[in-house]
């Protein structure tokens, strides 16, 4: 697609500690109006979340396997159409814009790009550390981009850092805040 | 009716068993409260149309990544059901 518009989206997860989380996703918007999401994400959750759950196939235990870069797998990203009953697709969704105009084409096909070569990473996903949120602020960081929170929205991972050895541009040791002060390390 | 999405491991499992609950043809609003009877979160996206969003409760306050379960209704100007989707996601920090 021919993006005219990016928007990083959060979307209400789950509440830790009586504070809501979010998870976050990219949402492309073209000419014509269509949209095209892209997201992080673990490869599968671990086997005790699928005991007693069937699929077409029957038990969805016999078909598991267990991935090899941890209980959740490595990181993997995916992308489609952003639409009623499609992944991902939240009206209530919060949204913060990334780009528009003639540069979000470009940075759509960059984001594409990075999310490739992130996947290829086989970064193992820890839901404490880097996970999806991270992934998805890595792939923007790496294509040059800082880009804000919707307002008032809590997701854990964007403040963790770029991976040492990645892609130039991006930070290169995890950011520290101290009171108002930030302290790189 | 009691459809639980918590039975099942993908969307194809879901959406089949939720056609043949909510079969086309017959009255949306009983698909609907049964979406947000079992907790739901649904906002109309336009005419006869609606979208729903279902994330899993998980039992472990610690769990930071569970089932995401989104739900398109169809209906026409009777207010039947024309069509369903149905799509599932690991919905992850």
Redesign the interface.
């Given at each position: 697609m021919s993006a005219e518009r990016i928007e990083l989206m959060a979307?209400?997860?789950?509440r830790?500690g009586g504070v809501t989380?979010?998870?976050l996703f990219l949402v492309a918007t073209d000419a014509s109006g269509a949209r095209a999401y892209l997201?992080?994400?673990?490869e599968?959750?671990p086997r005790a979340?699928?005991a007693?759950?069937?699929?077409?196939h029957g038990d969805?235990l016999e078909d598991y396997e267990a991935p090899a870069a941890s209980p959740?797998g490595a990181i993997t990203f995916s992308s489609g159409p952003y639409?009623?009953?499609?992944?991902?697709?939240?009206?209530?969704a919060a949204n913060a814009p990334v780009a528009s105009g003639a540069g979000a084409a470009q940075l759509w096909d960059a984001l594409a790009s990075q999310a490739k070569a992130l996947a290829q990473e086989k970064i193992p996903?820890d839901?404490?550390g880097r996970?999806?949120?991270w992934a998805v602020m890595e792939a923007l960081r790496r294509c040059g981009v800082e880009a804000a929170l919707p307002p008032k929205r809590w997701?854990?991972?964007v403040s963790l850092g770029s991976a040492p050895g990645s892609a130039p541009g991006a930070p290169s040791a995890p950011t520290r805040r101290v009171g108002q002060a930030a302290m790189v390390a | 009716m009691g459809f639980r999405f918590?039975?099942?491991?993908?969307a194809?499992?879901a959406q089949?068993a939720f056609e043949a609950a909510f079969p086309i043809g017959s009255p949306a609003d009983p698909a609907l409260q049964a979406l947000v009877g079992m907790g739901a979160?649904c906002?109309s996206?336009g005419p006869g149309?609606?979208?729903c969003?279902y994330?899993e409760h998980?039992e472990d306050?610690?769990?930071?990544?569970?089932?995401?379960w989104?739900?398109?209704i169809d209906a026409d100007s009777e207010k039947a059901i024309k069509g369903?989707?149905?799509?599932?996601?690991?919905?992850?920090?």
């Amino acid at each position: 697609m021919s993006a005219e518009r990016i928007e990083l989206m959060a979307s209400a997860a789950g509440r830790i500690g009586g504070v809501t989380w979010h998870h976050l996703f990219l949402v492309a918007t073209d000419a014509s109006g269509a949209r095209a999401y892209l997201r992080a994400g673990p490869e599968s959750l671990p086997r005790a979340r699928l005991a007693g759950r069937r699929t077409l196939h029957g038990d969805a235990l016999e078909d598991y396997e267990a991935p090899a870069a941890s209980p959740y797998g490595a990181i993997t990203f995916s992308s489609g159409p952003y639409e009623p009953g499609g992944v991902d697709f939240d009206p209530n969704a919060a949204n913060a814009p990334v780009a528009s105009g003639a540069g979000a084409a470009q940075l759509w096909d960059a984001l594409a790009s990075q999310a490739k070569a992130l996947a290829q990473e086989k970064i193992p996903y820890d839901p404490a550390g880097r996970g999806a949120n991270w992934a998805v602020m890595e792939a923007l960081r790496r294509c040059g981009v800082e880009a804000a929170l919707p307002p008032k929205r809590w997701a854990p991972g964007v403040s963790l850092g770029s991976a040492p050895g990645s892609a130039p541009g991006a930070p290169s040791a995890p950011t520290r805040r101290v009171g108002q002060a930030a302290m790189v390390a | 009716m009691g459809f639980r999405f918590e039975q099942f491991a993908d969307a194809p499992a879901a959406q089949a068993a939720f056609e043949a609950a909510f079969p086309i043809g017959s009255p949306a609003d009983p698909a609907l409260q049964a979406l947000v009877g079992m907790g739901a979160q649904c906002k109309s996206t336009g005419p006869g149309k609606v979208a729903c969003r279902y994330v899993e409760h998980v039992e472990d306050p610690g769990a930071l990544a569970g089932w995401c379960w989104h739900v398109a209704i169809d209906a026409d100007s009777e207010k039947a059901i024309k069509g369903t989707r149905i799509a599932l996601a690991i919905l992850a920090i």
